[in-house]
């Protein structure tokens, strides 16, 4: 690769002066530094960064942190990991990071070398992700965000939950898309960071709320009953009017509220806990399910199981993709599975793309899953006849 921008995170003076001079020992012109997760994160928004070399241990937000909201906000595209810990934990790190799209040019443990760090280098190909997104977050000005909003430019996709035993579609989860008129269809990683950042999230949830429930409407009146699993921004938590406004919606349009599940994943922005635990708390009261979403990455681990009022697990595909293969990542989906079954949890296991996971998996004792294996998330119409077939195989079993 040609002159690559080579960012250094890594908290400590002498090691980031380290790592620099044997960058510039190869000949890496373009360097630049970040001293933790939080400036990092500002630095990859503002400049074209090709690889990252990343240590894990860091204070405020760590490597595994940035490594996810790296991959959120698609910011950049290669890492290199380093750490002074053990190396199961350095590999771990890695699958994650993989299974999230990243490429991972190396596993380093320190103290850093010249060689091992050219040969990564050198592993670095060219881009991973779709040429629109090249101009990253930047591009999404507030103005350009808040018409789509206004102008309801947003679509929902359905993906099915399916139930391995019956094969039957349980539920659906709403997933976000934006059609923007240049850039075609863009992912909600992108815009729902974005209308987090001009605090513009509520209002595009409310929308799509809307949205999902007239839905809902259209599929009972052909006598579907489906439960909804919906996304909510844990920065939505903190505003108590604005969840109870989610409520007097979800009764406006005649939906139950049992139907619908509000999925939340805890990251940094999940600053006010004891509003947001007091929001779910509400929510589970009124009658709506509640599921942490994500669980076994940075930001969603077991520290969650204990205060969030969930009623659901879902585990993120960084824990089941792959799982057949890998004994280690078997051994910590087995205890993590054990442990939310005692807690009364029902898990649903995300990502599933290949059938020898969704053995093991079931094998576990987890019955629902959704994935690429099943079905992707579908259009609306798609997902209506898709719905339509299920409920006929049902009536016929
Ligand atoms: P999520 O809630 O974890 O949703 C699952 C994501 O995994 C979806 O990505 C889905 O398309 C993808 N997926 C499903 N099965 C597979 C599989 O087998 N393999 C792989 N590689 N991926 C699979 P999507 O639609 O791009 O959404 C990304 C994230 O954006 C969601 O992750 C969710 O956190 C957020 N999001 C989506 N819609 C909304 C929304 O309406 N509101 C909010 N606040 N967030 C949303
Ligand atoms: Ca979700
Ligand atoms: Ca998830």
Avoid at 147 to 167: K, T, W
Wanted: glycine share 6%; with cysteine; hydrophobic share 45%.
């Amino acid at each position: 690769m040609q002159n690559p921008h080579v960012l250094i995170v890594e908290d400590c003076p002498a090691q980031q002066l380290y790592a620099g001079q044997l960058l510039k020992q190869l000949n890496i012109q373009h360097i630049s530094y970040a001293s933790d997760g939080e400036l990092a994160l500002e630095l990859l928004k503002k400049q074209q960064t090709d690889v990252m070399l990343i240590d894990l241990e860091m204070p405020q937000m760590n490597g595994v942190e940035l490594l996810r909201s790296t991959v959120r906000q698609q910011l950049c595209q290669a890492v290199i990991i380093t750490s002074a810990k053990d190396s199961l934990l350095l590999n771990s790190v890695a699958t994650m990071a993989e299974a999230d799209g990243l490429q991972v040019l190396g596993v380093l443990a320190k103290p850093l070398n010249k060689e091992q760090l050219s040969v990564c280098l050198s592993r670095r190909i060219a881009t991973v992700w779709p040429a629109a997104f090249e101009r990253k977050t930047p591009f999404f000005e507030q103005n350009l965000l808040q018409e789509a909003i206004r102008g309801q430019h947003f679509s929902l996709c359905y993906q099915p939950i399916v139930d391995m035993n019956s094969g039957q579609i349980i539920a659906v989860e709403a997933l976000a898309r934006w059609c923007q008129p240049e850039l075609g269809i863009i992912r909600p990683d992108v815009f729902i960071a974005t209308a987090e950042q001009w605090g513009l999230i509520n209002e595009l949830t409310l929308v799509l709320l809307d949205q999902a429930l007239r839905r809902l409407q259209q599929w009972q009146d052909v006598g579907l009953v489906v439960p909804l699993s919906f996304n909510l921004s844990p920065l939505s938590l903190s505003d108590a009017a604005f969840v109870q406004g989610l409520h007097h919606k979800v009764r406006q349009f005649g939906i139950k509220p049992e139907l619908i599940c509000f999925e939340v994943t805890e990251t940094q922005s999940f600053t006010h806990v004891s509003a947001a635990i007091e929001a779910l708390a509400n929510l589970r009261l009124a009658g709506f399910g509640i599921a942490i979403d994500d669980y076994g990455t940075g930001f969603a681990n077991i520290q969650q199981l204990s205060r969030i009022p969930a009623t659901r697990l879902k585990l993120d595909r960084s824990l089941t993709y792959g799982v057949s293969e890998r004994p280690q990542q078997r051994l910590v989906l087995e205890n993590t599975i054990q442990l939310a079954h005692k807690l009364g949890l029902s898990l649903i296991a995300e990502g599933i793309e290949k059938l020898a996971d969704a053995l093991v998996i079931k094998r576990f004792g987890i019955n629902l899953v959704q994935g690429y294996l099943c079905y992707k998330p579908l259009t609306a119409n798609d997902c209506t006849a898709v719905l339509c077939k299920s409920s006929d195989q049902q009536a016929v079993s």
